[in-house]
C-alpha cells in the first residue's frame, strides 16, 4: 500500500464537508484541508477529520489553492478530492498495485454528477485526473483547473483507478447556482482575454451556462469551441456535443441540428448520443430515423447519462407510438419505464 495524502480545498461548505470526510476517514489517508476564506463552520467541522486544516488566502485562482495544498501533504501521491464529493465506493489495495503498475502516470477516478434532466434527478458519470505523484505534477489555470506534467507541461499517460465519489456540485438553489455561474465565468471569460483560441475555455463557458438552463448562451460558446480541431475522441468534446445539441434543440433550432449528421461516426459510441440524434430527429418529424436511433441507445452498453439505454430512449419510443396513433403500443412502452416521472404522467393521461 503506497501512503497518500488527500487534498481538498474548500469555502462555506459547512452542509457537505462532514460527508465529503467521514467517507475517506476510515481508509488511514492523511487528510489535508486547505480553507480559502469559509465565514461557517467549515474548518471546524473539517478539524474533526483532517490531520491539517490549512489558510490560504483566495487569490481567484484554484490552481494556486490547489497547489498550495500539494505543498502541505505529507506523502508524494495525493488524492484530490472537493468538498462536494462523497466516496461510494474505493478498493485501497487495487489503487496500490495500479500506482505500482503505472509509475509516473495519473489516475482517474469515475464521478457520478448529480443534475436535474428530463423532470428529474438524474446522473452523468464522468472520470478526472485526481491520483498523481506531487513531484512530477502541479495544477494550471485559474478555473477548471488542470493537471499538469512538471517536465515542461509533457503530455502523460493516465488509467483508471476503482474509486467512484458521488458529486452535488451542480445541483443547489437557483441563487446558489447563479452566483457559481457567475464566479466561473468572471475567471473563464479573464482567462478567454489571454487565450482566445483555447475551445476548452468555450466549451467551460458553455457549461456554466447550460446549468443555469441559460440554453441560448450555451449554444453560442458550444458552437465556438466546435469551430476549433477538437478531437472527438476526449470525453469533454463527447460531453459538448450532447450539450450542443441539446441546446439547439432548446432554442428551437432542430433543422440546424440536423448537421450533426455529418459527424455521426466520429460520436456514435455512447447511448447519450444515439439519444439526442433520437431527439433531433423526432423533433424535425423523422419519426422512423428516431426511432431507430432509440432502438440504438437501448442495446448500447455506455451510458454516461442515467436512463440513456433505459428509460429514457424508451419512453421517446413510447412517445412516437402516440404520435402515430398506437395507444397500446405507446401504454406498454411508457409502462416499461418504471417511475420515470414523464412516463407516469403519460400513463395516467392515456388512461384517463
Known sequence: MYPISVCIITKNEEKNIA??????????FEIIVVDTGSTDNTKAIAAEYADKVLDFVWVNDFSAARNFSLSQAGYDYVLILDSDEVVLSL???AIGQLIAKHPGEVGLIARDNHYISNQTDTVYQDHVERLFNRKLYHYESPIHEQVVNNSSGMQYKSYDIPLLVDHIGYTGTPEELRAKVERNNALLLKELEKDSENPYLYFQIGQSYNMIYDYENSYQYYQKALGYDVNPDEEWVQMMMIAYANALLHTGRENEALQL?????AFATT???FCVMGQIYLANGQYMKAMMEFVKAIH?????EKGTN????????????????????????????GDFPMAVAKVEELMA
Open 261 to 265: 449528421e455529418a459527424v455521426y461516426d
Open 271 to 273: 447511448s447519450d448520443f
Open 91 to 93: 478498493d485501497l489495495e
Open 300 to 304: 448500447c452498453p455506455l451510458a454516461r
Open 310 to 337: 433505459s428509460f429514457i430512449p424508451t419512453y421517446n419510443i413510447g412517445l412516437i407510438n402516440e404520435l402515430l396513433g398506437d395507444k397500446d403500443a405507446a401504454l406498454m412502452h411508457y409502462r416499461n419505464c
Open 19 to 28: 460527508r465529503c470526510l467521514s467517507s475517506i476517514s476510515s481508509y488511514g
